[in-house]
């Protein structure tokens, strides 16, 4: 599959307007073309004539929600990559959207740099998928060690170098899967270990507008500053398995009380414990250790070479 290189075609959906509008001009700031819809129908319409490269899209909406309007797209155009938006505490609703085929999802209140970032991941990630499918045919086996510094917003593209080496061999559930929980946990190795943020801490500096000055300070602090995320993975082609593993330098957490929580039952004042039930949900096999900075998963795919 080949996607031609230039103004890639942004369509968004929103039914309230001052935040529609916001997005569109954030993402006009990166060059891309924009569409824009204010409802689930009109988002279809739209889809249908003018086949967007990427779809962002609340999932509350009336007439036509955002989790039908994902599963209509995938089903018309599996390789168009839907970013879908939910309201905090709506965890669930963004499981549901991830498994009918979402590649990526942000929670109100999220900054429009983070917005900025998804789309330009996505369209990334189209740019590459060609090339990166013609390259794994010949490779057999792929073992890497990355120490990363303390830069969130510098997540995305980690975390599409990691994904490069996975298509032509993984599901496109099962790439959505490991994209979703590295993003997840690195966001979290780097946030609440490397940083020591708290989630409360957090959602004061997102409802504030100064998340990014919150890290500048903590990235500043001779406590921190040195903390690096080592993350290694393997892909055994031959054996159809990925192994990954993530390290922080922070002090761990007790990670014993949120594994195997319901969502219902995590706090409602934080996002604390909501990634890792995210990420529970898509990669059962994810694994704490030791004092709670070092985490790993493993993935298999059948695609195994004779």
Not at 18 to 34: C, G, H, K, Q, T
Not at 37 to 52: H, L, Q, S, V
Request: charged share 25%; with cysteine; aromatic share 6%.
């Amino acid at each position: 599959m080949t996607i031609p290189y230039g103004r890639e075609r942004i369509l968004i959906v929103d039914d309230e307007e001052s935040i529609l509008d916001a997005m569109a001009e954030a993402i006009r700031f990166l060059d891309f073309s924009v569409i824009t819809a204010r409802n689930g129908d009109d988002a279809w319409e739209k889809f249908e004539k003018e086949r967007p490269d990427v779809v962002v899209t609340d999932v509350r909406m009336p007439q036509r929600d955002g989790l039908t309007l994902t599963t209509q797209i995938k089903a018309s155009q599996p390789s168009c990559p839907v970013i879908v938006v939910t309201g905090f505490g709506s965890e669930q609703a963004a499981v549901a959207a991830l498994k009918a085929g979402a590649s990526d999802y942000l929670v109100k209140p999220f900054q429009l740099s983070e917005l900025r970032n998804a789309v330009d991941r996505a369209c990334s990630l189209l740019r590459a998928r060609w090339a990166d499918e013609y390259v794994q045919a010949i490779i057999d086996d792929i073992t890497s060690h990355l120490v990363i510094n303390n830069l969130p917003e510098m997540l995305g593209s980690v975390v599409n170098l990691v994904i490069r080496s996975m298509v032509g061999s993984l599901s496109g559930q099962q790439l959505l899967s490991v994209r979703v929980a590295l993003h997840e946990l690195l966001m979290n190795a780097i946030e609440h270990g490397n940083l020591h943020i708290t989630p409360e801490e957090k959602m004061r500096a997102l409802m504030d507008d100064n998340y990014e000055q919150l890290l500048q300070v903590r990235r500043e602090d001779s406590k921190y500053k040195k903390r690096r995320v080592r993350l290694s993975y393997t892909h055994d082609v031959n054996l159809g398995k990925v192994d990954i593993r993530i390290v922080d330098d922070g002090d761990g957490f007790e990670w014993e009380k949120l594994l195997g929580r319901d969502v219902q039952t995590l706090p409602q004042t934080a996002r604390s414990g909501r990634g890792i039930f995210l990420v529970q949900t898509l990669v059962p096999s994810v694994m704490y250790h030791g004092k709670g900075n070092e985490v790993t998963f493993s993935m298999s795919h059948t695609s195994v070479r004779q």
